[in-house]
């Protein structure tokens, strides 16, 4: 699809008033409130859109480790794509201290592969591009969430999160895989991390799942200090201090 400038600059007006993007599978918390705008700018309803002693309710999706799954959203404004995560807290409810950890990376083309602007507005859309991700087969069992956070490529700096209600089923599994996974990518809510306009994130620990829909190396890493989402995999600095 090609855009001109000018055509460029009227969907960027247009999202001022459009809705966004809200996860639809698996399904999302029906409360807090799913809103599809990003977690505001000062972090206050981080995680999952909820205010400071929100209570979470939802019925938790089974789903087996070592299972494919499915995400997929609904609306249109997908903001020429960007970068998405999925990614796994067992604290109950979430907390602003809640540790998340990535089970999979989506590197440019989330949450639409291909798409330069907005796809034809229509905040109902379920049309849109769905993905699949992994449930390691080594985590823990027991109700958790799972989120899905997107920083997008075109239009405001911001971080867009939405959560689900899981319930990790099978045998076996640890804390210290768990442990071991690469820690969430938070960005553009104030935490002295940001991304460039116009660029797909490139995740500095993205895991060992991901999917990268756009060339290597149009990829741009974020910037500032980005704590552990953007911390290298522990075993990668050790390696590297005794080569
Ligand atoms: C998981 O959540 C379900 C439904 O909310 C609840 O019935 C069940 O007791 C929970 N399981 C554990 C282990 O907390």
């Excluded at 991700?133 to 989120?147: C, E, L, Q, V, Y």
Aim: hydrophobic share 35%; with cysteine.
């Amino acid at each position: 699809m090609f855009f001109t400038k000018s055509v460029l600059a009227a969907g960027g007006l247009a999202t001022l008033s459009q809705a966004h993007m809200l996860l639809r599978t698996p399904a999302p918390y029906t409360s807090p409130a799913l809103q599809s705008g990003p977690i505001d700018a000062s972090g206050s309803n981080f995680p999952c859109q909820a205010q400071p002693g929100a209570s979470f309710v939802g019925t938790p999706t089974p789903m087996a480790k070592g299972s494919k799954q499915q995400m997929a959203f609904t609306g249109s404004a997908v903001h020429g794509g960007g970068s998405c995560q999925v990614s796994i807290t067992y604290d109950n409810p979430p907390t602003k201290a809640s540790k998340w950890k990535v089970i999979h990376s989506i590197q440019g083309g989330c949450p639409a592969r291909n798409t330069a602007g907005n796809l034809p507005a229509d905040p109902n859309l379920q049309g849109s591009d769905s993905y699949e991700f992994p449930i390691p087969s080594d985590i823990p069992s027991g109700n958790a969430t799972i989120a899905w956070t997107w920083l997008n490529k075109i239009g405001n700096r911001e971080f867009y999160m939405n959560c689900a209600p899981v319930a990790i089923e099978g045998e076996g599994g640890s804390e210290s895989a768990l442990a071991g996974l690469p820690d969430m990518l938070v960005a553009n809510i104030g935490n002295g991390c940001t991304t460039a306009e116009g660029v797909d994130v490139k995740f500095p620990n993205p895991g060992s799942s991901v999917e990268t829909n756009v060339d290597e190396g149009s990829l741009g890493a974020p910037q500032g200090s980005c704590g552990g989402g953007a911390a290298p995999a522990r075993r990668a600095r050790r390696a590297s201090f005794s080569a």
